[in-house]
């Protein structure tokens, strides 16, 4: 049976088992304080427990063993903080995007708002659950920063990834920014579509993870050039295969409803192109139906044979391809050490070619 490039070294239970224990020490904390803290506990333990690629820290881990970095729990403990990265970054992106779902499950703001439909609570439910998102997604942020210097790692060791730390957070507030700028403002311009994509996702999901490895191993320069080289590109793929799947993605493998990029208007890539390349009369109808809440499946339906039709679905996996091959060309090309190399191959080729 082929194991997965998260699970070797046993980096998947690891993570989770660090994040447990982290969150199991805050539920402590809450409680202390509140009982009325229990539910944020709950919510937190299942968004953060109860699924995830762990894309993030294996990136980081390899990237770190890539630099000859020995194995360590305290390491892994440390890397495990991008998963609360990750989490507050979905839950703000839900409720900026009006996300019924994430994995299947309630997304964070509807969860809070059953909550107060159940306790029968004064005010507006939607507004209890977009609070208690907001609030959620920013103790997750905070908390990042906690399970970083509660790891175990040596204050300099610490101190040598803080910037890379701190510039993935800012970056990725800053990449939330522009795509909601870019949905308001209708800018169909594949320079912005590549900008948002790589400042949203592709420079956290790979190429920071990559760089906070390698700062934890004390990485010569050039190797975190070459990090970046690799890590860029495949970033962007990762997020352009996300784009894909959010369009013609199973619902039952996304846990997202289909079509939910259409009904929140991204102007990602694969809409640009098509909004490019469509008949005038399709290029219209797409246009008018990007950001309409009220998308059924049959108009889902269309918008995807429209993209279809318009080869902007050709387009977008060829460009993803070559994206991928720019970055496997910059891997094969960087000084990393030969059992990383190949589990970051194995990466790559998980985040690029995958359902979900």
């Known amino acids: 049976m082929t194991i997965h490039p998260v699970d070797r070294a046993a980096l998947r239970p690891r993570v989770e088992k660090a994040l447990a224990v982290f969150l199991?020490?805050?539920r402590a904390h809450m409680a202390g304080i509140d009982a009325g803290l229990g539910p944020l506990a709950d919510a937190v333990e299942a968004f953060v427990l109860g699924g995830g690629k762990r894309l993030r820290p294996a990136f980081a881990y390899w990237g770190y063993r890539g630099a000859g970095g020995e194995d360590r729990d305290d390491v892994v403990s440390a890397l495990a903080a991008l998963e609360l990265v990750q989490a507050s970054a979905?839950?703000?992106?839900?409720?900026?995007?009006?996300s019924d779902t994430r994995r299947g499950e309630p997304a964070v703001h509807r969860r809070f708002a059953m909550l107060h439909d159940r306790e029968r609570w004064q005010g507006g439910a939607a507004g209890f659950g977009?609070?208690?998102?907001?609030?959620?997604g920013d103790l997750c942020l905070v908390w990042s920063d906690e399970m970083l210097h509660a790891s175990g790692l040596d204050p300099v060791t610490v101190a040598r990834a803080r910037p890379v730390f701190d510039l993935m957070r800012t970056e990725v507030m800053i990449g939330q920014y522009l795509d909601v700028l870019t949905?308001?403002?209708a800018d169909t311009s594949v320079e912005r579509a590549s900008q948002v994509a790589r400042f949203k996702s592709a420079k956290y999901t790979v190429e920071h993870p990559l760089l906070l490895g390698a700062a934890l191993a004390d990485a010569p320069a050039a190797l975190s050039e070459a990090y970046s080289a690799f890590?860029?590109?495949?970033?962007?793929?990762?997020?352009l295969r996300d784009d894909v799947l959010g369009v013609f993605g199973d619902p039952i493998a996304t846990g997202k409803p289909?079509?939910?990029?259409?009904?929140?208007g991204k102007r990602t890539y694969l809409i640009v192109m098509a909004l490019a390349h469509a008949a005038p009369a399709d290029r219209d109808t797409l246009a008018a139906a990007l950001g309409s809440a009220d998308l059924d499946e049959a108009g889902v339906a269309q918008l995807r044979r429209i993209i279809t039709e318009s080869g902007a679905l050709a387009r977008t996996e060829a460009y993803i391809a070559e994206l991928t091959s720019t970055a496997l060309a910059a891997l094969a090309a960087a000084p990393v050490e030969p059992e990383a190399a190949e589990m970051l191959r194995e990466l790559a080729d998980a985040a690029v070619h995958r359902a979900a």
């Open 90 to 98: 979905l839950m703000h992106d839900d409720l900026m995007d009006a």
């Open 231 to 239: 890590g860029l590109p495949l970033g962007e793929a990762f997020q």
């Open 258 to 264: 289909a079509g939910d990029d259409l009904r929140e």
């Open 130 to 136: 977009a609070a208690a998102a907001i609030l959620l």
């Open 24 to 26: 199991a020490d805050r």
């Open 183 to 185: 949905q308001a403002s």
